[in-house]
Nanobody
């Protein structure tokens, strides 16, 4: 099972930026679909966006133009650059890896708080 460790969360004012990182274990990182999810209390975890093994990117409409998804396969690391942050982006952000095309494995999460 892949191990995932997120970092980079914190408190930022609306309009500010944060960069999240996700370090993954394993030798087959380049073959994984990698994604970011987020969750607020009382709501289901939602897909924010991700970058597949072929480099293609998927994302939630509400983050288009504000969030940038990237990965460095040589470092087994995925990144999420978040700009123009809004209070509604406040959530626990989870890194996720899909090794088999069926199941996401999640990291422990990192809190992102955007103040108005």
């Amino acid at each position: 099972q892949v191990q995932l460790v997120e970092s980079g969360g914190g408190l930022v004012q609306a309009g500010g930026s944060l960069r999240l990182s996700c370090a993954a274990s394993g030798r087959a990182f380049s073959s994984y679909r990698m994604g970011w999810f987020r969750q607020v209390p009382g709501k289901e975890r939602e897909f924010v966006g991700g970058i597949w093994s072929d480099g293609s990117i998927r994302y939630k409409d509400s983050v288009k133009g504000r969030f940038t998804f990237s990965r460095d396969n040589a470092k087994n690391t995925m990144y999420l650059q978040m700009d123009s942050l809004k209070p509604e982006d406040t959530a626990v952000y989870y890194c996720a890896a899909d090794q088999d095309g069926r199941t996401w494995a999640y990291g422990q999460g990192t809190q992102v708080t955007v103040s108005s």
